[in-house]
């Protein structure tokens, strides 16, 4: 493998991240979440009845911006094969991802259920792009 950032698996590698995102966030994990930050299905339904089309583009273009940074790290340090990839992912999620998410736990007394909800889904999400540039 030879990468390169400017490929086309970044448009993939983010749509099936959001995509991703939307199963974590609905059937995987959706009641938990909700019930983890107080959210009933009244509420639900109100941003639902809004539309919910933008929020999805958001969620897309954010996900560009993991995955074309992923893949500059990638790039920049000669990533070759999945266990060098991955490894960076990780490291990034333990070193930076984790913390970060537990930032909103510790000082603003978040439920700490949220922790594993949302570090998980970014733990799955670097490991879901990881796959997809090495064998893409």
């Known amino acids: 493998m030879s990468p390169r950032i400017w490929e086309l698996d970044l448009i993939p590698a983010a749509l099936l ?39 999805f583009l958001l969620e897309f273009l954010g996900n ?8 500059a790290l990638i790039v920049h340090f ?11 992912g990780v490291a990034i999620w333990l070193g ?3 913390p970060a998410q537990m930032s909103p736990i510790i000082w603003e007394g978040k439920n700490k259920t949220l922790l594993f909800i ?6 799955v999400s670097i490991l879901l792009v990881g796959h997809i540039f090495c064998f893409i």
């Not at 994990?29 to 009244?42: N, P, R, T």
């Not at 949302?118 to 733990?123: D, E, I, P, S, T």
């Open 96 to 98: 930076f991802i984790v």
């Open 118 to 123: 949302a570090a998980g889904h970014k733990l």
């Open 17 to 55: 991240n959001t995509l991703m995102g939307a199963f974590w966030y609905g059937p995987l994990w959706g009641e938990l979440y909700q019930k983890a930050v107080h959210m009933s299905s009244a509420d639900l339904e109100k941003i639902k009845a809004k539309g919910i089309s933008h929020l």
């Open 64 to 71: 560009m911006l993991f995955v074309t940074f992923y893949k």
């Open 78 to 88: 000669r990533l070759v094969n999945l266990e060098q990839i991955i490894g960076i």
